[in-house]
């Protein structure tokens, strides 16, 4: 064991810092016996669910002819029960642990100052966080190891596929890799809650894991629309492969904001040049679904209610993008101060590329990726229709709404306020439910009162009741909105990058 550890040592002194503060005898000890000790428990259960003699109405006694006749106990369906139980008792147990303790031991060490001091090492970014993503749950993966033998007996004993079950252990990888990652995110940008993190991987795990399990047993059910042609959800190995790809997708795009934010917490974490690959990369993903539409003239109608959710998708997208692209108020203080004087082409450079430049031209840009993959989409449909129309104005007006927001939560960023990005992210989205409440309770007072949905982020809902001149008012309100949006903020910025002793000359002046 000792010239194991050295190795590890060698290669990844973090990862053996790791282990050799957990992997002590009475850890081990402890692990093992837990898990065995869980595993026993598991079985005891099931044991009781064994029909009596002649329980005929138990789930696990064989059909038969007779109702006096004893009960033969189908044993290939209680191994499967067991071995699916298994499944969801390691599942939870690596992915909800995990993160819980991901979350609490970064916490804990950020807590102690000690995190600043691997900061502060020679090792690379990859290898201090590899160490902590494998080294804080080898515990787990311990009790986890332990239970592999009991499982794959369960497994086999309820006549499941041993492609299926080694299937199921490459997903969690997956899983695990995904929802560990993002537990180091989260805690490095500030969270220090453990069980927040554990719940929420959980939850999402449970909705998957149910899809997995209906896909595998009732395919015509669920996840029927393909992904660039391929059926995914009409054979397990298909849909455990797409989501593995999913999770290894998601996991790249963590690990590029965890490059950026270990070294430097007061960094944002994207910069703009990976927010546009970013987000171009999940519209395509996304349009992977909506291609098959374009065969078929009948599923028009039913692309259009997936463009609309993948709508209200981008619409949580760019919320988040204008919380994590914008800069803090000091950063964009110096930006403004400083960028006085520069040319306009090194300064329009700057807007898109720079990181402390204000995030609104960049949000514009993002917008545009999406725009520039959809709305081609969108002429290919292959019938002309209403519906084109409807799509295309809900892209436009979408577009510049997200647009007025990015303006608002920036000029938020500029105030002295505590968590003014959140501040700013709530009043979107009040700006964005109250009307819709509103318009409601008039339209049903008046069916033409939902010409006022084109003001909202569901201008689609307003479209069968207006007219040209409707559209043309609503966008005219939009691009004038834009504008003076975008002048208090250059007006903010303005005031903003005056020297100290001009705004106090300035104030002296206006108080006199």
Known sequence: MKSVLNAIGERNPQLFREFKGRLTWRNIAIASVSSLAIQLLLLLCYLAFLPKEFAQEN???????????PCV??????????SRAMHWMVAIALIGGGVYLLISDLAREER????????????????????????????????AAIALPFHLWSAIAGNSPFTWFLSFYALLAAYCLLFYSAAILYALIGGSQGWIGASGAIAVFAMLFQLDYRVGFYTHTVVRQPWYGLPIGFHIFLFRGFI????ILATYWIWQALHRRFRNQNI??????????????IQLFLLGFMLDFLSESSLVYEGEYYLFAIFFANFWLFICLIVLLSPPRQTLQDWARYSKGVRRRFLWQDLLWGEKSPAAIAIAVNIAITAAIFIPWISLWPVENFSKYSAIITIIFGSLLMLCYAMVTQMFSLMHLKHAKLWGMATAIAATALPLFAIEVLVAKSKQASVLFLLTMM???????????????????????????SAKLNQQLNRLGESTTKALLRDSLSRN
Not at 59 to 69: E, F, I, Q, R, V
Not at 118 to 131: A, E, F, M, N, V
Not at 244 to 247: D, E, G, I, L, Q
């Open 59 to 69: 789930p696990y006694c064989l059909p038969k002819s007779s109702l006096k006749a």
């Open 73 to 82: 106990v189908d044993w290939v369906e209680w191994w499967f029960d067991v």
């Open 112 to 143: 102690r100052g000690t995190l600043n001091f691997i900061r502060l090492s020679p090792q690379s970014t990859p290898s201090i966080l590899t160490g902590k993503l494998l080294g804080v749950p080898v515990l787990l993966f311990l009790g």
């Open 244 to 247: 593995s790809f999913t999770a």
């Open 268 to 281: 944002q974490v994207f910069s703009k040049k990976q927010s546009y690959g970013l987000v171009a990369c």
């Open 459 to 485: 201008p689609f809902l307003g479209i069968e009741h207006a007219s040209t001149i409707h559209v043309v008012l609503a966008f005219l309100s939009y691009v004038a909105l834009l504008a003076s949006l």
